[in-house]
């Protein structure tokens, strides 16, 4: 007689996970190069994201993607399941801005495209140019205390579509990594006007710029 063996929902989970943890193992490339700079010298700790792409639809990012850290002497290894990827970076604590976004956009990056079926070496990923830090508080003008939410726009003077928004934390600080850009900021918050702050700005390569901006209640 043949005995009918009993196996938990969990377990079979588990097996489950594990057998197709294998499966990607094994069909999974590593992907290892350097990030540097326009000079050709790397760059320390820059963070580097590998962006699924789908050309069948659009030459658009989909699905996970997947993020990990230079180390010290700017060198990266990843292990990527198979697929073709954009591989992006920055470096915001060095000034290298975050090139998701549209405002940072910078045409002397060098991002590459990869094709993962094996192991790749070799990979270089270029940084553009070094921006700056700007670094703000917002306040109620009256009162001078600090507003949280507040939301910060900060928009490209050359081209009105590339802009950013950031929100000031409980203590009305905000921070963003902007490109060697000329900018424009505005902010806003609920119940209270939208304001200008001042004219164009644009920082110069690792400039820190702290700037201060009061709210008027509606």
């Not at 990056?109 to 070496?121: G, N, Y």
């Not at 000031?168 to 209270?192: C, M, W």
Request: a positive charge.
């Amino acid at each position: 007689m043949l005995r009918r063996v009993g196996i938990s929902a969990g377990l079979a989970i588990l097996i489950l996970t594990f057998v197709c943890s294998l499966s990607i193992d094994a069909a999974a490339g590593v992907v290892s190069g350097t990030v540097v700079n326009s000079a050709g010298q790397p760059i320390p700790n820059a963070w580097i994201e590998a962006m699924p792409r789908n050309y069948n639809k659009s030459d658009t990012a989909i699905g996970t993607s997947y993020r990990f850290k230079a180390d010290n002497y700017g060198r990266f290894n990843i292990k990527l399941p198979p697929g073709r990827y954009k591989l992006v970076a920055k470096q915001e604590d060095d000034g290298y801005p975050d090139p998701i976004f549209a405002l940072n956009s910078d045409p002397t990056a060098r991002f590459p495209e990869i094709s993962v079926q094996k192991d790749i070496s070799g990979v270089q990923v270029m940084l553009g140019m070094r921006g700056g830090v700007l670094e703000g508080y917002v306040a109620d003008k009256q009162t001078g205390n600090p507003i949280q939410q507040a939301k910060i726009t900060i928009r490209e003077v050359q081209d009105a579509g590339a802009y950013v928004e950031v929100f000031s934390d409980k203590r009305g600080h905000f921070e963003f990594t902007v490109p060697k850009k000329s900018v424009r900021l505005s902010a806003t918050a609920r119940g209270y006007e939208t304001t200008k702050f001042g004219g164009e700005i644009i920082l110069s390569e690792s400039e820190h710029r702290r700037i201060s901006i009061e709210l008027k209640r509606q």
